[in-house]
Nanobody, 124 residues
Framework: QLQLVESGGGLVQPGGSLRLSCAAS????????ISWFRQAPGKDRKGVSC????????YYADSVKDRFTISRDNAKNTVYLQMTSVKPEETAVYYC?????????????????WGQGTQVTVSS
C-alpha cells in the first residue's frame, strides 16, 4: 500500500527551527519529485518546496528562500524539510506529496499521493 507519513511538526518559537520528515512506504520516493505544501486555516494549500527525482533541481517559494532546505535520503526513502527562522504566519498543516513525474512542480494536480499532514505552530 502506497503511503506517505509526515512527522516532526510541533510548536516552535518565532525565529526557531524545525525539521519535517516525509517517509514513504509501498513505493520508492526516489522515482518521483517530492513537494512540501502547507495550508493555513481558511487558506488555500500552497507549494513551499519541491525536489526533483534526480535531486538536481529544487524549488522554493519566495517566502521561504534562504530559510528552508529540502533534501532527500533515498536509502531511508525519506524527504526532509529543514525550516529555520520560522515566522508566526507560517503556522499551518504541512503536507508532503509525491508527483506523478520526476519533474519539479507546484501544481496540486500534478501530485497523486499525499500524506496526512503535520501541524506546525509558530508562536511564543
Amino acid at each position: 500500500q502506497l503511503q506517505l507519513v509526515e512527522s516532526g511538526g510541533g510548536l516552535v518559537q518565532p525565529g526557531g527551527s524545525l525539521r519535517l520528515s516525509c517517509a514513504a512506504s509501498g513505493f520508492n520516493l526516489g522515482d518521483n519529485a517530492i513537494s512540501w505544501f502547507r495550508q493555513a486555516p481558511g487558506k488555500d494549500r500552497k507549494g513551499v518546496s519541491c525536489i526533483s527525482r534526480d535531486d538536481g533541481r529544487r524549488y522554493y517559494a519566495d517566502s521561504v528562500k534562504d530559510r528552508f532546505t529540502i533534501s532527500r535520503d533515498n536509502a531511508k526513502n525519506t524527504v526532509y524539510l529543514q525550516m529555520t527562522s520560522v515566522k508566526p504566519e507560517e503556522t499551518a498543516v504541512y503536507y508532503c506529496a509525491a508527483a506523478r513525474s520526476g519533474v519539479v512542480s507546484t501544481k496540486i494536480a500534478d501530485f497523486g499521493s499525499w500524506g496526512q499532514g503535520t501541524q506546525v505552530t509558530v508562536s511564543s
